[in-house]
């Protein structure tokens, strides 16, 4: 039998993000969302177990932003998919992307 990895249902949506990585910025949007995460195209190949700092603006919510790891990192085509894991997050960030995925 196999095991879904997977604690918190993804959903479909796009919002905008900056992520941070050292003393860059990327601009990307997401590809889909949880309360654990989400995924992300880019041009660029980001390590496994890098940290990051994820800020996303959710349309009608506001700001959520948390420290977060990738945790995949896919090359597809000419692009690379990125899974990223918020980091344990508090109840006010929970609050906030719990609203973003229709929680």
């Known amino acids: 039998m196999v095991s879904n990895r997977r604690q918190n249902e993804r959903k479909a949506k796009e919002f905008d ?3 941070m990585v050292g003393d ?5 949007r997401t590809n889909n969302i949880s309360k654990g995460g989400l995924c992300i195209w880019l041009d660029s190949e980001l390590d496994n177990h890098c940290h990051v700092e994820v800020r996303l603006q959710i349309p009608g919510v506001g700001v959520f932003q948390s420290q977060a790891e990738v945790v995949w990192c896919t090359k597809v085509s000419h692009q690379f998919q990125v899974g990223i894991s918020f980091h344990p997050l508090r109840q006010e960030q929970l609050d906030v992307i719990s609203q973003a995925v229709g929680a």
């Open 17 to 19: 993000i900056e992520l």
């Open 24 to 28: 860059s910025t990327i601009q990307t």
